[in-house]
């Protein structure tokens, strides 16, 4: 699935635009202790988190992840917003639970 | 072999949200001298890590970098508290993280883990009351 068509299927909000809309999404990992998400996360794939702090970016450009979901209806800060779009990295949120998220992920995928 | 290119960063002690800057750098840096893909992530894990551990355990420190073909070296000194029990330390989960560091998403005990797995060389110097010095070697695992 790519980011455009996780999106629309998911009918997620786009909190900053990443490099391309065409990337697909190679698996998912749900987290918010960053140095697990480090390690664990999958390569090219959805990371979807509650945490929403500036190290959001730095981790997400660090574990090459191009696609950052926010759940549970958490906010936003503009320098996050900022600091993901100038980095590439896509910025989306939802007010639904993670789980939820990921189980429409995986359903959606087939 | 050419002499290295050397980086040299002061790590800010209390700016937790905005900790990273030097291994952004450092990867951009590495990047655009075309060091291999697998390195270049390695290099930025292991530095994000060490940098991160400053400014939450040490209250800020020194981060400096040798980039050689093949080859990065990354050492991060401070004069923070030092480590008590290393061994402990290294465990996956131990941590002694502030409040205020695990509601940033810090804490989980698993960034010194983190660095031993993706350097290829980790050596911790740490005495109590003193400082703390990491330097770990990344090699090209490709060549
Ligand atoms: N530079 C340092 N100075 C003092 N203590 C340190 C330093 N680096 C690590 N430590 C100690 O070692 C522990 C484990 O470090 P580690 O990086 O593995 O986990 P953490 O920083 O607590 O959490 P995480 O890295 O998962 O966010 C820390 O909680 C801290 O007690
Ligand atoms: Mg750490």
Redesign the pocket.
Same mark, same amino acid.
Request: net charge negative; proline share 6%.
């Given at each position: 699935m790519t980011i455009r068509q996780l999106i629309s299927r998911l009918s997620l909000d786009v909190l900053a635009e990443g490099a391309s809309y065409d990337a697909p999404l190679r698996g998912c990992y749900i987290g918010d202790?960053?140095?697990?998400v480090i390690s664990r996360s999958v390569q090219g794939g959805l990371w979807i988190t509650i945490m929403n702090n500036l190290n959001v970016a730095a981790v997400a450009v660090l574990a090459d992840i191009p696609c950052v979901l926010l759940a549970e209806g958490v906010e936003a800060p503009d320098e996050l917003r900022e600091k993901c779009a100038e980095e590439g990295v896509f910025l989306l949120g939802s007010g639904r639970s993670a789980y939820e998220l990921a189980a429409a992920f995986a359903q959606s995928q087939s | 072999m050419p002499d290295a290119i050397r980086m040299t960063f002061n790590v800010d002690g209390d700016d937790f949200a905005a900790a990273g800057t030097a291994s952004s750098e450092v990867k951009r840096a590495l990047k655009q001298l075309g060091m291999p893909p697998e390195l270049v992530k390695r290099a930025a894990i292991c530095m994000y890590?060490g940098e991160?551990? +400053?400014v939450?355990?040490?209250d800020g420190g020194v981060a400096s970098v040798a980039i050689r073909p093949g080859s990065v070296e990354i050492e991060?000194r401070?004069r923070?508290?030092?480590?008590p029990d290393l061994e402990l330390?290294?465990q996956e989960g131990?941590?002694?993280?502030s409040e205020q560091?695990r509601n940033l998403g810090?804490?989980?005990? +698993?960034?010194?883990?983190n660095m031993k797995r993706y350097a290829d060389e980790l050596k911790i110097d740490?005495k109590i009351g003193v400082g703390?010095t990491?330097t770990m070697v990344l090699r090209d695992r490709t060549r």
């Open positions: 202790l960053l140095s697990r | 890590e991160i551990n +400053m939450i355990h040490a991060l401070d923070g508290p030092g480590i330390a290294m131990y941590s002694t993280a560091a810090f804490g989980a005990g +698993m960034g010194l883990p740490t703390t990491v």
